[in-house]
C-alpha cells in the first residue's frame, strides 16, 4: 500500500467521457490498495473563457487598457477548477468509489499575497491524511490557495502541476502522477525527430533544464518544488486504457520518473536536446566599459517584463568598450527596442542591432558536470552540417548554442545522434 | 445616505455588456451618497450548464439513474454565482467605484446542512458594514453560504432572492431593492389583461400569496423573509436607462414596494388576480371516512415530492364515505396515480378520476379579512361568462378557483375587472 497524488491536466477533463476515463485511472489505484488524492484543473478552455471575460470586465469603456484587480481575476478565474473537482467527485461516487471535493480554503493550501501569481506558504494535510485512513479519495481543485487576506489566490497559469506536488510533500506520498497528453518526457521532440526515446528516469535538475527550455511537459515551478522536497514524480499519459497491463505497475508505471539523481543509476553524459524557437537576438555595440552598465540595461528590461535569455559579453572591436548580446522571445523585441532606445542616452551605446528568427538548441545531462569535451562535440557536428553558431551559453549541466531558425529541425537530429540518444 | 442592497438576476447579468449596465445602476446608487452591496446570480444559462454536468457526472454509465452527492452539486453549481461576483467587482473598478466580490464563506453566510435546498442561519455582517464605512461596494455571490460542514451550500433554485433579502436584513438595510426583467408587481399578468396596473405598494402578506400562486416575481422564500424581518423590498426593472430621471429617487424609485401592511394607506380590498396553468384535478371515491385516511394519502405523495395544492373533502354519494378532491401539477399526474395505485388497498378507496389541463384563478387581497362578499363577486362574475367552478379554496386574504384551463384568459380578466383592478 502507497500513498499516491494523481495529476489530471486541461485536455485529460475535457468533457464527462474524459472525467469518466480519469476516474477508471483513480479506481484502478484505489482498487490496488493505495491512498489516493487528485489534483485537478480546469476543463480544457474554461480557463480562457474566464479570463476573456476578466480582461472584457477590467476595460474601462472605449480604452484598450487592461489593469485589473488581480484578487477579483483569482476569485473568477479559481472556479473553473472547483467545478472540476466537483465534477469528478460524482464519477468516483458514481462507480462506487468514496470521494470528496476540496477547494484550496478547505483544505486550507495557504498561499502569499501575489494574487494571480501566488506561491504556496504552507499546506495543512492533516484533514486529507486522516480521511486516507477511512478510504476516501480526495479530489483537490488545482492552481489555487487562500492567500492571508482569506481570498482565493491562483499560483499563476500551470499551476495546477505544482499544486500536484506540493499536496504530494505535504502529505508525504510516496510519488506524483503527473498525468498528460504525452506518455513521458523524450530525449527530444518526437515531431522532429521520429528516434526520441522515452527516458525511464531523469533527475530533477535535468528536468528542470527540460522544462525551463521548451520541454512543455511539466511547469518549471513544480519541478523546482519536486527537487526540494524529493517529490518522485511520475510523467504519464492520461489517454491510454486505465486497466491496460502494467498501468497499475507500482514500481514501474508506463512513462518517465523525475527523481534524485541517486535513483539513476546508470547516468548519460547527455540526457535530452531541447529547444525554444522564435527568439531574438540583440546587440548593443560600443557599451561603456564601467560598473552598473549590465544594471543600467537589464533593470529596466526586466521591469517591461521583457524575459531576456542568453546574454553574452565580448570586448568591442575598438577594444576600449564591449558589445552586449543577448536573447528575448521574438514578440518583446519591439518593447525591448522602446526599453533600450529610453536608457540608450544614460547607459551609453552606440548601435543596437536586431536579427529575429533564431533558434536556441540546447544540449542537457547532468554526467556533464564530470565529462569535458562535451560542448566541443557539439560545435563539431553542428560545423559539420554547415550551421553557424550565433551564441553560446552554458551552464553546469547544459550548453545552449543560438542559431539561424530555419536550421532548428536539421540542429536537434544532428545533436541527437552525435550523443547516441537514438540508441537503446 | 441610506444603506441599499441591490440584487441583479441572470438575464440581468447574462454578459458583460449587461452587467455593464448593472454597474451603472450601481454607481448611481454610490454617487447619490448611498452605502451599497450587490448580490448576483450566475451568468443566464451557466446554472442549468453546471447542472447538467452535476447529472451527467452522476449517472452510473448505462444508467438513467440519478442520485448524486448534494454537496458536490453545491460546490460545482455555487461557481456561477462567483464568476459573476468577480466579474461585476471588475467592472465597477473599471468605472471608478471601489467594489469586491464576496462568495459566502468569506462573509460568512451561514447555513443549515441541508445541501441544494439550505437554510440561512446566520449572517455576520460587521464585516460589510465596516467596509461601507469606507465607502466600498461589496458584490457578493447570491444563492450560497457555507454548512457546519464547512462546504458551500446553496439554498436552491433562485436564491438569490432569498440572498440579498437576507443580507438587508443582516446590514440593516434601508431597502432591497431586486431588479429584474419586469418592472414591477401587476395587478395581474399584463400579457393576458393589457389593462393591468403596476401596483406602487403590496403587503408581504399578499405578495407571499401572488408569488407562490405563481406571479413569478420573486421567489417565496425571500417574501417570507422580508416579511419576518420586515425589510422593505422593491420589484424593479434592471433594462431600464441606470440613468432616466427618477431612477435614483430614493422614497419612490420606479417599481413596486412590497412592504408591511401599516405602510398602506389605502387598502384595497383586492389588490391581485393570480393564476396558475397546467394544474391537474384528482378525485378519489368512496373513501373510507375514519382518521389517518388523508395522511396515508397525502404522506405518500408528498414523499414522492409531489406537489399537492388545492385540497377538498365531500361526504359521497353513498353517505357513508367521504370524497376526496386535490389538485397536482399535470406533469405529477403519472407519479400521483402511481403512488394512489400503491396505496389503494391500505387506505381503501374505490375510484381514481383524473382531469387534466385546469387552471387555477386567485383573487387576492388583503383587505378581504375585513370585506364580506369578495367571493360571492366572483362566482357570480365567472357564472356569468358560464366558466364552471370546479373547486374553491380559501384563506384569510385569497380565494382559489380551480376551472378549465380554457378559460383562463376569461376568467383572469373577467375578475381583474369585475374588483375594478383595471381602474387608476
Redesign the interface.
Given at each position: 500500500m502507497a500513498r499516491i497524488v494523481m495529476k489530471f491536466g486541461g485536455t485529460s477533463v475535457a468533457d464527462?467521457g474524459r472525467?469518466?476515463n480519469v476516474a477508471r485511472h483513480v479506481k484502478r489505484e484505489v482498487d490496488a490498495g493505495h491512498e489516493v488524492a487528485v489534483v485537478v484543473s480546469a476543463m480544457a478552455g474554461k480557463t480562457n473563457e474566464?479570463v476573456g471575460?476578466?480582461h472584457?470586465?477590467?476595460?474601462?469603456?472605449g480604452s484598450n487598457v487592461n489593469i485589473?484587480?488581480a484578487?477579483?481575476?483569482d476569485?473568477?478565474v479559481a472556479?473553473g477548477e472547483?467545478?472540476t473537482?466537483?465534477?469528478?467527485?460524482?464519477?468516483l461516487?458514481?462507480?462506487g468509489v468514496d470521494a470528496?471535493?476540496w477547494?484550496g480554503?478547505?483544505i486550507p493550501i495557504r498561499t502569499d499575497n501575489a494574487h494571480g501569481a501566488a506561491r504556496i506558504l504552507d499546506i495543512d494535510g492533516t484533514e486529507l491524511v486522516r480521511r486516507f485512513g477511512l478510504g476516501q479519495v480526495a479530489v483537490i481543485a488545482g492552481f489555487q490557495g487562500i492567500g492571508p487576506d482569506?481570498?482565493?489566490a491562483t499560483l499563476g497559469r500551470g499551476g495546477s502541476d505544482t499544486s500536484a506536488v506540493a499536496i504530494a510533500a505535504a502529505v508525504k506520498a510516496d510519488r506524483c502522477d503527473i498525468y498528460t497528453d504525452v506518455d513521458g518526457v523524450y530525449t527530444t521532440d518526437p515531431r522532429i525527430e521520429p528516434k526520441a526515446r522515452r527516458m525511464a528516469r531523469i533527475s530533477f535538475e535535468e528536468m528542470l533544464e527540460m522544462a525551463s527550455l521548451g520541454a512543455k511537459v511539466l511547469q518549471v515551478r513544480s519541478v523546482e518544488l519536486a527537487m526540494v522536497h524529493k517529490v518522485r514524480t511520475f510523467v504519464r499519459s492520461s489517454f491510454e486504457d486505465p486497466d491496460a497491463p502494467g498501468m497499475g505497475d507500482f514500481l514501474n508505471p508506463p512513462g518517465t520518473l523525475i527523481c534524485d539523481e541517486d535513483e539513476i543509476v546508470e547516468q548519460q553524459v547527455v540526457t535530452g536536446i531541447a529547444y525554444a524557437k522564435d527568439e531574438a537576438q540583440i546587440s548593443l555595440r560600443r557599451v561603456a566599459d564601467r560598473p552598473g552598465v549590465a544594471g543600467g540595461i537589464f533593470g529596466p528590461l526586466a521591469e517591461a517584463n521583457i524575459n531576456v535569455d542568453m546574454i553574452v559579453q565580448n570586448i568591442s572591436e575598438d577594444g576600449k568598450s564591449t558589445d552586449m548580446t543577448f536573447t528575448v522571445p521574438s514578440g518583446d523585441v519591439a518593447k525591448a527596442l522602446a526599453v533600450l532606445d529610453r536608457v540608450r542616452q544614460t547607459v551609453g551605446f552606440d548601435v543596437v542591432q536586431h536579427d529575429e528568427g533564431m533558434s536556441k538548441i540546447s544540449v542537457i545531462g547532468i554526467g556533464m558536470r564530470s565529462h569535458a569535451g562535451v560542448a566541443a562535440t557539439a560545435f563539431k557536428a553542428l560545423a559539420e552540417k554547415s550551421i553557424n553558431i550565433r551564441a553560446i551559453t552554458t551552464s553546469e549541466i547544459k550548453i545552449s548554442i543560438l542559431i539561424d531558425g530555419p536550421y532548428t529541425e536539421l540542429a536537434v537530429r544532428t545533436l541527437h545522434s552525435v550523443y547516441g540518444l537514438d540508441k537503446q
Open positions: 464527462i472525467i469518466r474566464l471575460w476578466v472584457e470586465a477590467s476595460k474601462a469603456e485589473y484587480d484578487r477579483e481575476y476569485a473568477v472556479s472547483q467545478v473537482s466537483g465534477l469528478l467527485a460524482l464519477v461516487q458514481s462507480i470528496r471535493s477547494h480554503w478547505q482569506n481570498r482565493v
